[in-house]
């Protein structure tokens, strides 16, 4: 069977980098992250907020501490979605011909004049997003993306029974 076959574009890549911020902002960790971010700033306000009650005429550090949460979250969501976009445009050039191939033992990707080949053993975990197709790498925190427009719902059926 010959592989699929199609041309990105910018709008397609900023499509997919969006569904690859999403996975990166929704991991394990990143629930964590949020989790603590979240009662930072709850910690944050009601020391605040105690402090201005009993009415103490210097609150100091503890005025910038909700700014300084909230910062933080907005910096962690900029970063991941520029780091997102970044790692998707290296891999798949605007206006490259990006192919896929499932065959037996292997899924073979490429992007211009470059080609992985890459066991089925070697992914952890498969999420399909609108526009992106995540395979989470074996103990690392990369992923493979692929063009979900590449890829037939049969073949993400095929793709999850051979990884799981």
């Keep these: 069977m010959p592989p699929r076959s199609l041309t990105v574009d910018q709008s ?3 499509r ?3 569904d690859a911020a999403i996975y990166s902002l929704t991991r394990p960790v990143a629930i964590v992250m ?3 971010l979240a009662a930072a700033l709850v910690v944050s306000i009601l020391n605040l907020t105690g402090r201005v009650v009993s009415e103490q005429e210097e609150n100091g550090f503890a005025a910038w501490m909700p700014p300084l949460v909230i910062a933080l979250a907005v910096a962690a969501v900029v970063m991941t979605v520029s780091s997102a976009r970044h790692a998707v445009r290296v891999a ?3 206006e490259s011909v990006v192919w896929v191939l ?3 033992e292997v ?3 490429g992007s211009g004049d470059r080609r992985s080949t890459i066991a089925y053993r070697t992914f952890q975990g498969i999420r399909v997003g609108t526009d992106a ?3 989470k790498l074996r103990d690392a925190s990369v992923v493979t993306a692929v063009p979900r427009a590449l ?3 049969e073949d993400i059926a095929n793709l999850r029974s051979k990884i799981a």
Excluded: G, N, Y
């Design 12 to 14: 397609l890549l900023r």
């Design 16 to 18: 997919m980098a969006r």
């Design 34 to 36: 949020w989790v603590l």
């Design 92 to 94: 798949m050039p605007p």
């Design 102 to 104: 499932l065959e037996d």
């Design 107 to 109: 899924l073979q990707v």
């Design 133 to 135: 197709v995540l395979l």
């Design 151 to 153: 890829l037939s719902d």
